[in-house]
C-alpha cells in the first residue's frame, strides 16, 4: 500500500456555497490530503498529517493550492480540432464547421487521434472528469472511452443520434440509433471510471420515432444519464416549434417521449418557459451552463438564479466554446452574471466547476470535493502564476481574494499538477 501526502493550501467544500454560505468552505493554508489507493484517505493540518504518516511519500506543493480536479459537464470532443472557428449562428456554426468535421469520425485512427489530443488538452488545464457527445459513429465512442481508460480518468460519453436535418454521412436511424446505443452501452458502462450517457444531440436533429426509441433505452436503463441540448437561441426555438407543433415548449419535445428525468443533462437552458423552469426542478433534472459558448455563438446570458430552484452544472463547451479551460469557463460565468445584474462569489464559481458539475453528474459522492473516501482526483493551482495575477495577489487579505485573480486572468500556467486517481499526471 503506497501512501502520498501532498501539502499545500486547501479548501474543502460541504456543499453549495450558495445555500450554505462561504463560511461553509474549510480553508488550510499549511493543509495537506492523504492519498491511498486512488482515493482521499486523510485531510486536515499538513504538519499533522506528515507526524502521523511516517512512511508516506511527501509532495510539497507550497502556497499552492490544492483543489478537486474539474469536472467538465458537456463538451463535445469531436470538435476539438475547429474550436475558435469564426462563427455565425448556432445552425450555420454546425453545417459551416461542426458537421463536416463530425463527419470524419468514422475513420477509428482520426477518432482516437482526436480522443487522446483533447483528453491531454482538458488534463493540462486540472480537468479529471469530463461529460462528452461523440459522433453517430460507434467508433468516436469506443476511440474516447478507449483513451480515457488509458488515462485512468472518470469520463461520459454516447453516440450522439440525429436522424434528420444532418448530412446524409451524419444520419442513423431510429433503430441505429436505439441498436448503437444500447451495444456501447452494455459494453462500456460501468468499466472502470466509465459512464455510457444515452444523447439525442437535439429535437430538430431527431425525428419523434428517434426520441421515442431513446426515450424506451432510457427507461430500460434508468441509472444511465441522458444528455442533450435546450433552448440555446431563439431561432432554434423557433425552429423547434415549426418541427413539434404539439408539444407546449422546447422541453415537451423531450418529455413526450420519455426523455425528461432526474438524470437528465440540459445543455445551455438559456431562453426558458416558467413552466420548463417548473419541470425542470420538479423531476430534479440538471442545466448545464456553458457561458463562452453562449455568448461566443451569441445565444444569450445564461440566468444564474436555476440555481436556486434545480442543479446546475458549468462546462466548456468545447468547440462552440472558445476554451478547453475551466478557470477561463468560471471568468466568463462571472461576467455573464454581471451582465444580468449579480456578483457571483468565487466559492459559487468554483463550486460549480468542481462539487456542482458532480451532482449534475450524479457524481457528488465520489467527485468534486476534498472530502475522505472521495476519489483523488485533484488539481494544484498557483495562485502567482504570471506577473499580472502576482502582483494582484499580494494584497489579498483572504483566501478569496487570492484565488479571484487566478479565476479571472489564469490559463493553463496556473496548473501546477494535476492528480487522476491519486497518481499525478506530470513527472514531479
Not at 442513423?172 to 448503437?180: G, I, L, N
Amino acid at each position: 500500500m503506497v501512501e502520498r501526502l501532498i501539502l499545500g493550501q486547501i479548501l474543502a467544500f460541504s456543499g453549495d456555497p450558495r445555500a450554505l454560505g462561504v463560511e461553509s468552505v474549510r480553508h488550510e493554508t499549511r493543509g495537506g490530503v492523504l492519498l491511498r489507493d486512488g482515493v482521499i484517505a486523510e485531510l486536515g493540518d499538513g504538519a499533522a498529517l506528515r507526524a502521523a504518516h511516517p512512511l508516506a511519500e511527501v509532495v510539497d506543493h507550497g502556497d499552492a493550492l490544492i483543489l478537486p480536479g474539474f469536472i467538465d459537464a458537456h463538451v463535445h470532443y469531436p470538435q476539438t480540432a475547429i474550436i475558435a472557428s469564426w462563427g455565425k449562428r448556432l445552425i450555420d456554426w454546425l453545417n459551416t464547421y461542426t458537421f463536416p468535421e463530425e463527419a470524419r469520425f468514422g475513420d477509428a485512427d482520426y477518432a482516437a487521434d482526436v480522443a487522446g489530443r483533447y483528453l491531454d488538452l482538458i488534463l493540462s488545464n486540472g480537468t479529471t472528469t469530463v461529460a462528452s457527445y461523440c459522433t453517430i459513429h460507434p467508433a468516436s465512442v469506443e476511440a474516447f472511452f478507449g483513451a480515457a481508460r488509458a488515462r485512468g480518468m472518470r469520463a461520459l460519453a454516447g453516440k450522439t443520434c440525429m436522424d434528420r436535418n444532418a448530412p446524409d454521412a451524419l444520419r442513423d436511424t431510429a433503430q441505429s440509433a436505439y441498436d448503437d446505443s444500447r451495444a456501447l452501452l452494455q459494453r462500456w458502462h460501468g468499466v472502470d471510471r466509465l459512464s455510457y450517457v444515452i444523447t439525442p444531440r437535439f429535437s430538430p436533429t431527431s425525428t419523434q420515432a428517434q426520441l421515442e426509441a431513446l426515450g424506451a433505452l432510457w427507461a430500460e436503463h434508468p441509472d444511465c444519464l441522458m444528455q442533450t441540448h435546450l433552448s440555446e437561441q431563439v431561432d432554434e426555438i423557433a425552429w423547434v416549434r415549426e418541427l413539434y407543433p404539439a408539444a407546449r415548449d422546447y422541453l415537451d419535445t423531450y418529455e413526450a417521449h420519455g426523455l425528461l428525468g432526474a438524470r437528465g443533462l440540459y445543455g445551455h437552458a438559456i431562453h426558458l418557459e416558467p413552466r420548463e423552469i417548473d419541470r425542470l426542478a420538479e423531476v430534479g433534472a440538471a442545466v448545464v451552463h456553458c457561458p463562452t459558448s453562449n455568448t461566443f455563438i451569441g445565444s444569450g446570458l445564461f440566468d444564474m438564479g436555476l440555481a436556486d430552484r434545480t442543479r446546475v452544472g458549468l462546462a466548456t463547451d468545447t468547440g462552440g466554446g472558445s476554451s478547453f479551460s475551466m478557470l477561463r469557463t468560471m471568468a466568463a460565468a462571472y461576467e455573464v452574471a454581471q451582465l444580468r445584474g449579480t456578483a457571483l462569489h468565487p466559492a459559487e464559481l468554483l463550486w460549480r466547476a468542481t462539487g456542482g458539475s458532480a451532482e449534475a453528474l450524479h457524481l457528488g459522492r465520489c467527485i468534486g470535493r476534498l472530502a475522505e473516501g472521495f476519489d483523488a482526483d485533484l488539481c494544484v493551482l498557483d495562485l502567482a502564476s504570471t506577473p499580472a495575477i502576482a502582483q494582484r495577489a499580494t494584497r489579498a487579505e483572504d483566501i478569496w481574494e487570492a484565488l479571484f485573480p487566478t479565476i479571472m486572468m489564469a490559463d493553463d500556467r496556473a496548473i501546477a499538477q494535476v492528480y487522476v486517481a491519486g497518481a499525478p499526471v506530470r513527472p514531479a
